[in-house]
C-alpha cells in the first residue's frame, strides 16, 4: 500500500514521537564520553567540522556556537579553512560510519596529527577505529529502514540528536568559561 493511501498521523502525534525518540536517544548518550568531547573541543588550538548532508548541517550550526565561545573554528572544505595539524581537533559526525568524505577526511586529520572527535551510531566502523575519540549515538541511520531504532525517515533522529548534543555541550562549556550572554554576542556575525 502507497503513503498516498494510508491516513498520515497528526502533527501532534509526529512531534510526540520524534520528543519521545530524542529524549530515549539522548538518555542512552554516555556522559564520560561527554566530558571527553568537551575537554578535546576546549583544548584544541583549531576546531574543524566536517560532515555531510543533515549531518554535516548540525555541525554547521554547533561551529557557529564554538566560535561564539571565541574557539577557533573551520568548516572543513571551505575555502577560508587552513590546513589541520597537530594540536587541532577534527569534529566529524556520519551515522554509518562509513561516509566517504568524512572517514577520508579523519584520515588526513590522523596523518597530519591532530586528533578526531566522532559522532556515529556505528563506533567499530572506519570512522570509529580513525576517531580518538568518540560520542555513540543508538540511532538508525539513513541506510536503516527497517524502524528497529526509529520510525522517522532515513538519519533523521541520527541528526538531530547531533544537534541537540552539540547544543547542550555548548551550554555546559559557556557556563564552564564563566561568559556572560553580552561576552558572547560580542562575537555574533555583524555583517549579516
Excluded at 59 to 77: E, I, N, W, Y
Amino acid at each position: 500500500m502507497s503513503l498516498s493511501a494510508v491516513e498520515a498521523p497528526s502533527y501532534s502525534s509526529n512531534h510526540t514521537l520524534i520528543l519521545h525518540e530524542v529524549e530515549r536517544t539522548l538518555a542512552a548518550i554516555s556522559d564520560a564520553d561527554i566530558a571527553a568531547a568537551q575537554v578535546a573541543i576546549l583544548a584544541a588550538e583549531h576546531v574543524f567540522v566536517m560532515g555531510a548532508g543533515r549531518s554535516g548541517l548540525a555541525l554547521k550550526m554547533a561551529s557557529m556556537r564554538l566560535m561564539h565561545l571565541g574557539l577557533a573554528v573551520h568548516v572543513a572544505g571551505e575555502v577560508t579553512s587552513p590546513a589541520i595539524g597537530p594540536g587541532d581537533l577534527l569534529l566529524v559526525a556520519s551515522g554509518s560510519g562509513t561516509t566517504a568524505g568524512v572517514v577520508h577526511a579523519a584520515e588526513v586529520a590522523v596523518k597530519a596529527g591532530a586528533q578526531v572527535l566522532a559522532l556515529t551510531a556505528a563506533p567499530a566502523s572506519k570512522l570509529g577505529q580513525l576517531a580518538q575519540s568518540l560520542i555513540v549515538i543508538p540511532a538508525a541511520t539513513k541506510q536503516d529502514h527497517g524502524g528497529m531504532r526509529s520510525e522517522q525517515y532515513a538519519g533523521a533522529l541520527f541528526e538531530q540528536s547531533i544537534l541537540l548534543i552539540m547544543d547542550a555541550m555548548f551550554q555546559s562549556m559557556w557556563h564552564e568559561r564563566g561568559e556572560s550572554a553580552e561576552e558572547l554576542w560580542k562575537r555574533h556575525a555583524n555583517l549579516e
